[in-house]
Structure formats: structure tokens, C-alpha cells
């Protein structure tokens, strides 16, 4: 059954009808969850439907099912193109070129990916198209000649009708860093997929005997897929996504019209912390806070501002046995009593003693 739905598809593909093709797959899938080229060729549905992130996710499900297969790995490097990763895309393509040496396609995509990574890191990256250049989608045998978009084209926007998430999810957000929460009870990390992109974020949860759900928003702004990192805990995931740049995420995907604005602080901490100053020098914080300390220590004081300070400065230099006789004998003898010998006032109550010529009094309610 899911052999005759694998070829509707493909014959669905055919016809440019892409999203019935998606269906078909999405079909045969759940009755061979485990076909590799499955996912591989609905991965390139969801590619001719500009629908990138899905593509991705499919992808790395045919890589994690078949590490072997070529295709997925040319999936994978395309749509990720589409999605301007381009170093993620180079690292697919140069996987997938190792099991398929014989297919110049991947050295050429090799090769548009350093050329843009290389304007990229120049500051020149566009959306546009540069080079018209063409690609052929092969399905086992069954080769269609790609359109003339350029693989760099930029990106339209499709709306595709997804089911409602069965997992509810929310960010917050901190200088270096965007935490993901998806609120999802018993999951095992056998059944949850989490890949990291430049910018973007696939997370497939599995579960047998259920639909599997899939999250993949490409993220407000990019992140460094290699300090990224994920937890499952009973009720949910976290998800802590490595920003790439100090800026605040208006929101956790991306928009075209939001801007990010830059925050004026370094990723990476050091390890003494600045202090704004409106004084054109600035100051040694440290020193200051040791010259505060230093005159505590010298201040002459009076009284019992005097005596005060004495007790403090005994307490604080005492060993734990002195503070413990410290307090037992001062509160049982209502302040009337100090003593820094716990033998002596450990083994009983201490009796209040008042100055002479006082008299010691029990307060009365």
C-alpha cells in the first residue's frame, strides 16, 4: 500500500502538483515510518513548495533513518540555501558529496555556498538571484527538470495548513541566549529529533501509536548551532538556542518587517563587571571599594556606636564554638552577659548579670 501511494506521489510530483504529492507521501509515511526515501522525496515536495523548514526537518529524518542516503543530504543543502544557511548547507552537501562522488551536483552547490558565505561575511548577501542557475531533483530513477529559480531566489511566502500543535510552547529571552519551552509530559529522547540550523530550529517529537509533531519556525535572528543545547524534563523541553549576535528578538520567528534593534552589550561577559561613568576617566571600583573598607576599619567611634563595633569585630573573627557562646550567653542573660567560652556556657543557662546599681527586671505583658 504505501509503494502505490509512493508512486501517486511521484506522479503527483510530476504533474507540478506538489502539494497533493506532499499528501501522498505524508500517506505512505505513516504506513512505512521507517522508509528513508520516503521522507527524502517529500522533503523535495516541501522544497518546490518554498515550504524550507519542513523540508529540513525531512531531511534530517531520511539522514537519521539512512546516513547514508545521498539524496537526503542534497535536500537538506538546498532548502537550507533557500533559507540563506549557507554554512549549514556546506556541511550537508559536503556529507552527502562522500556518498555520492560521482555527482557533480554537490561540488557546484559546494561552490555557491563559499561564494555567498563568502559575501556574507563581506556584507554583500541578497536574496536576489545572481546566476539563474538550474538544479535536477532525482527520486530513484524518476529525474524532472528543475524550474529556472535560482537557488538563492528569494523566498515566497506559502501558507500551508498545518494540524493544531498538540504541544503548547514559549520563549524568553536573555542577552546571550533564547529559551525555547515546549510543554510536553513523559516524552523519551528516543522519540524527540532536535536539530539546529543558522537559522533555524527543527524539533520532530515521535511518539509511537501517535501523529508526529513538528516544530520548525526559521528563528528571528541567527544562532551558533554548536553551543546550542536541549534538555527533557517530565513536563517539558527546553530548548536553549545560542544567539549569534547581541540583539533583542522581538519575537521568537522570523519577520521581514521587524528589525532587530542591537543591544549595547558584549555576548561574552568579562570577568570584572563595568560601571557606567558620566566622568570622562574611569574609575578603579575595586581600589575604591578596598579604600572604603580600610577607613570602616580606622573610623574612630564613641560609645556605644564604639562598643558596638568591638562585638561585631569579635564575632565576625570568631570561630563557630565563640559565636555559638556568643549567643546563647547574650540572649539567655537578656544583654546582660557576653562570653566567647562555649565550655563554660554550653552546658547551662546563662544568668542575666546587671550593672551595678541596676536591677534586673522580667517584662510583664
Given at each position: 500500500m504505501a509503494k502505490e501511494l509512493e508512486k501517486k506521489a511521484k506522479?503527483?510530483?510530476?504533474?507540478?502538483?506538489?502539494?497533493?504529492?506532499?499528501?501522498?507521501?505524508?500517506?505512505?509515511?505513516?504506513?512505512?515510518?521507517?522508509?528513508?526515501?520516503?521522507?527524502?522525496?517529500?522533503?523535495?515536495?516541501?522544497?518546490?513548495?518554498?515550504?524550507?523548514?519542513?523540508?529540513?526537518?525531512?531531511?534530517?529524518?531520511?539522514?537519521?533513518?539512512?546516513?547514508?542516503?545521498?539524496?537526503?543530504?542534497?535536500?537538506?543543502?538546498?532548502?537550507?540555501?533557500?533559507?540563506?544557511?549557507?554554512?549549514?548547507?556546506?556541511?550537508?552537501?559536503?556529507?552527502?558529496?562522500?556518498?555520492?562522488?560521482?555527482?557533480?551536483?554537490?561540488?557546484?552547490?559546494?561552490?555557491?555556498?563559499?561564494?555567498?558565505?563568502?559575501?556574507?561575511?563581506?556584507g554583500l548577501i541578497s536574496t536576489e538571484s545572481s546566476d539563474g542557475s538550474h538544479l535536477s531533483n532525482t527520486n530513484d530513477g524518476v529525474t524532472k527538470e528543475a524550474e529556472g529559480d535560482s537557488l538563492v531566489s528569494q523566498i515566497n511566502e506559502v501558507t500551508i495548513n498545518a494540524p493544531t500543535p498538540k504541544y503548547r510552547h514559549e520563549y524568553y529571552q536573555k542577552p546571550e541566549?533564547?529559551?525555547?519551552?515546549?510543554?510536553?509530559?513523559?516524552?523519551?529522547?528516543?522519540?524527540?529529533?532536535?536539530?539546529?540550523?543558522?537559522?533555524?530550529?527543527?524539533?520532530?517529537?515521535?511518539?509511537p501509536g501517535q501523529d508526529a509533531y513538528h516544530f520548525q519556525p526559521r528563528l528571528f535572528g541567527k544562532i551558533i548551532p554548536n553551543s546550542c543545547r536541549f534538555v527533557v524534563l517530565s513536563t517539558k523541553i527546553e530548548i536553549r538556542l545560542a544567539k549569534a549576535e547581541a540583539i533583542n528578538w522581538t519575537s521568537l520567528e522570523y519577520s521581514k518587517d521587524a528589525l532587530p534593534p542591537k543591544i549595547n552589550m558584549p555576548i561574552v561577559q568579562s570577568e570584572r563587571p563595568s560601571y557606567p561613568s558620566s566622568k570622562p576617566r574611569a574609575k578603579d571600583w575595586d581600589k575604591l571599594e578596598a579604600e572604603v573598607k580600610k577607613e570602616e576599619k580606622e573610623e574612630k567611634l564613641d560609645g556605644d556606636a564604639a562598643l558596638n563595633k568591638l562585638f561585631r569585630d569579635i564575632y565576625q573573627n570568631a570561630d563557630e564554638d565563640m559565636r555559638r557562646a556568643m549567643s546563647k550567653s547574650f540572649l539567655e542573660s537578656n544583654g546582660t552577659v557576653l562570653s566567647t567560652d562555649w565550655k563554660e556556657v554550653g552546658s547551662k543557662k546563662v544568668e542575666g548579670s546587671p550593672p551595678d546599681g541596676m536591677e534586673l527586671k522580667k517584662w510583664e505583658y
Open positions: 506522479e503527483a510530483f510530476f504533474d507540478d502538483d506538489f502539494s497533493l504529492a506532499v499528501d501522498f507521501y505524508s500517506e505512505a509515511v505513516q504506513l512505512d515510518p521507517n522508509d528513508a526515501h520516503l521522507f527524502a522525496d517529500r522533503a523535495q515536495a516541501y522544497i518546490k513548495l518554498n515550504a524550507f523548514t519542513e523540508a529540513v526537518s525531512d531531511a534530517n529524518k531520511a539522514i537519521q533513518l539512512n546516513p547514508s542516503l545521498s539524496k537526503a543530504y542534497l535536500r537538506k543543502g538546498t532548502a537550507c540555501m533557500k533559507l540563506e544557511e549557507y554554512h549549514t548547507a556546506k556541511v550537508a552537501l559536503q556529507n552527502g558529496a562522500a556518498f555520492a562522488q560521482d555527482d557533480s551536483r554537490f561540488s557546484k552547490l559546494i561552490q555557491e555556498c563559499d561564494r555567498y558565505i563568502s559575501e556574507e561575511s563581506n541566549e533564547v529559551v525555547v519551552t515546549i510543554f510536553a509530559k513523559g516524552i523519551s529522547t528516543k522519540d524527540l529529533v532536535v536539530d539546529f540550523g543558522e537559522q533555524i530550529l527543527s524539533v520532530t517529537i515521535d511518539v
